[in-house]
């Protein structure tokens, strides 16, 4: 089976998360605080906030894949999507603390952060969707997976926990002000 479009898709998807991310950065406050646009993108300068990022454009990128990419089964896509969009939130939240363990927050490692994690999210999503068969258990499971993250990003935008990740960086607030 030819998977040479696939990856073409996918090497797009680089570009498409990592610019869309960076313009969704924006759209809360472009929407003068609309609070719909406030579920889906960043409200505040929190770590958990700015994980939105990646999510929404990765979701978009899913359903563009699964329309255009019919050389790749749905089950197969979807588990490597779920698993590329866990990567990338866990790469920059992981990365962002290791980082400032050592150093001062800085932009320029942010973006470089959110650039490795996109790539490391894409390559684990070409690798597991192009090579991995799988049944329709595991790529419901993966679904749920992907609902439940979009769930706890609307729901924590809303009603976030006092725990650091959530914690605005410049006002000391928490969620949607």
């Not at 590329?84 to 927050?105: A, K, R």
């Not at 809303?158 to 960086?169: L, T």
């Amino acid at each position: 089976m030819n998977k040479t479009r696939f990856f073409q898709w996918e090497v797009f998807g680089f570009f498409f998360i990592f610019f869309l991310g960076a313009l969704l950065h924006m759209f809360y406050e472009w929407s003068n605080g609309n609070i719909v646009v406030g579920a889906l993108t960043p409200v505040n300068e929190s770590i958990w906030e700015h994980l939105k990022m990646v999510f929404l454009p990765g979701i978009v990128l899913l359903v563009l894949e699964a329309i255009l990419c019919k050389e790749i089964t749905f089950p197969s896509l979807i588990l490597g999507k779920t698993l590329g969009i866990y990567i990338m939130c866990g790469t920059i939240l992981g990365g962002f603390y290791f980082y400032t363990l050592f150093i001062h927050h800085f932009l320029i490692i942010d973006i470089l952060l959110m650039a490795i994690a996109v790539a490391l999210g894409q390559v684990v999503s070409y690798f597991v969707s192009s090579r991995v068969e799988i049944g329709r258990a595991l790529a419901l499971l993966s679904l749920v997976m992907l609902f439940a993250l979009g769930v706890a990003f609307v729901v924590f935008t809303f009603i976030p926990p006092h725990w650091e990740p959530f914690k605005d960086s410049l006002t000391g607030g928490y969620g949607i002000q």
